[in-house]
């Protein structure tokens, strides 16, 4: 495999020290992945929309160009697959849990150790989201639990198929159907779920996927 076809790590942070330190980081937590660099927003982008193989992104809230958490969304639309692992100056709980709100899949703060970034990133990557202790969790476990017990057989097949990474399209041929009524699948799972995308439904796939197969007769 050429380099350019390996999975990439992008780490958009304006602070020269910062991006060497998340460098170490990823290294640890995804040593099969490349590492890519930008110190704005707009670079990001860029990069996010012409690299389909990211495969994680490290944000940096205060980086120039974000708009607050404007740039999270922005990004998020442009890579619907990939978890967004915000890193932040910043630790008051109500910015971490409008983070997790606008899809990220976890908030490391700069106060945290090397070791404790890895084990954020191991934790991202097993499906879970990411908060530190001083941040509450959006959703509990009970929480979860009760949304997957409220869904149809139809939106559990139509759950699968999204974690398995189907579109919209395929689904509908997958299962006989048309694709509006896909949509309408995808967005009762999402109530239901209490999140605000299918990429964080799909980034909780573990845990959801293992409450789905307690619930099965």
Do not use: W
């Not at 979860?144 to 409220?150: D, H, S």
């Amino acid at each position: 495999m050429s380099e350019t076809a390996l999975p990439a790590v992008l780490i958009a942070d304006d602070h020269p020290l910062f991006r060497e330190a998340l460098q170490s980081v990823a290294a640890e937590a995804l040593p099969h992945c490349r590492l890519m660099e930008v110190a704005d927003h707009g670079q990001a982008l860029d990069l996010a929309r012409r690299l389909p193989e990211i495969e994680m992104i490290f944000l940096d809230l205060n980086m120039p160009g974000m708009d607050g958490l404007n740039g999270l969304v922005a990004l998020r639309n442009a890579v619907p697959a990939a978890p967004i692992v915000v890193v932040s100056a910043q630790e008051d709980a109500a910015t971490m849990r409008e983070a997790i709100t606008l899809g990220a899949a976890g908030f490391m703060p700069k106060s945290l150790s090397k070791a404790e970034m890895v084990a954020a990133v191991a934790q991202v990557l097993e499906g879970a989201l990411y908060l530190p202790d001083s941040g509450a969790a959006p959703e509990s476990d009970a929480g979860l639990a009760e949304g997957i017990a409220q869904l149809t057989q139809q939106q559990r097949v139509v759950l699968q198929l999204l974690v398995n990474g189907q579109s919209n399209k395929r689904i509908a041929y997958e299962l006989g159907i048309v694709e509006s009524t896909v949509k309408a699948h995808v967005s009762a799972i999402l109530r239901k779920l209490k999140v605000h995308s299918r990429t964080q439904a799909v980034i909780k796939a573990g845990k959801i996927l293992a409450a789905l197969r307690q619930a099965a007769p």
